[in-house]
């Protein structure tokens, strides 16, 4: 099935991309209904496991919203699982290597691209697979995250790997490699130059580049710098800092 991320990312336009933390079909509802491109259900961080996954899966479905998962690692097993489940994108935590993006694509894409086993249960409508095999090397869009020096230090290759589409920065876990308290909205100078760079270098070679923020402002921001994958809302902390705002106008 057509990816309207990748047709997006083709057209030039960023995307707008939303976090589900929560395990919940029903918060996954309201999130697909606030006008998001995409919506990633984060099983990394997030309390998210391969059922609440689904059940995400079958919410966004009833939206015009694109589903997308961030695996708990670059492990193939999971990656296949969340593929055939229905996601259309992939991201993955912590890709500093050359063999580590090739094994990330080798779980996503089907022979004679990857490695990936057929068995597409509900992302190929329960079983009639045959037009999901046709399109889904070209449609599923495979993410590697950059969060490390090594990574940095290896980029060139990971950005040369046949079947990556692009590459999405981790700012906290950067921040860590780099001797600095973990954050998102960064604004060291040398942080935004490593930003820079990984710009430059996926624009090169016709792949997009993403990014994790804390705010819609700083992610306008980064639309504006030339990102083309931004997130900009986490379920859980709408939730948590809406109750904080709403509870500390009450105390005053």
């Not at 998962?69 to 993955?92: Q, T």
């Not at 990102?227 to 705002?245: E, P, Q, W, Y």
Request: with cysteine; proline share 6%; aromatic share 6%.
């Amino acid at each position: 099935m057509p990816n309207p991320v990748k047709d997006a990312w083709k057209q030039g336009r960023a995307v707008v991309n939303g976090w589900l933390s929560i395990p919940s079909a029903f918060a996954a509802e309201m999130m697909a209904k606030g006008g998001f491109d995409a919506l990633t259900v984060d099983m990394q961080h997030g309390v998210q496991d391969y059922m609440s996954t689904v059940a995400c899966f079958q919410a966004i479905q009833a939206h015009p919203v694109v589903p997308m998962v961030r695996v708990p690692w670059n492990e193939p097993g999971i990656i296949g699982k969340v593929l055939d489940a229905g996601a259309m994108g992939v991201i993955c935590p912590m890709v500093n290597t050359a063999a580590e993006a090739k094994a990330l694509v080798d779980a996503c894409r089907y022979p004679p691209i990857g490695l990936r086993s057929f068995g597409p249960i509900r992302a190929a409508v329960y079983g009639q697979g045959s037009g999901y095999f046709a399109t889904a090397n070209e449609d599923v869009a495979v993410i590697a995250m950059i969060e490390t020096k090594q990574a940095l230090e290896n980029l060139t290759a990971i950005l040369d790997t046949p079947g990556l589409d692009g590459i999405y920065v981790g700012p906290s876990d950067l921040g860590l490699s780099h001797g600095l308290v973990p954050k998102l909205d960064r604004d060291e100078p040398e942080i935004l130059a490593i930003y820079d760079r990984l710009l430059a270098e996926t624009k090169k070679r016709g792949l997009i580049c993403g990014i994790h923020n804390g705010t819609p402002e700083y992610a306008r921001t980064m639309v504006d710098r030339g990102f083309k994958l931004v997130t900009t809302s986490n379920d859980s902390a709408l939730v948590a800092l809406g109750a904080i705002r709403d509870v500390s106008i009450m105390r005053k």
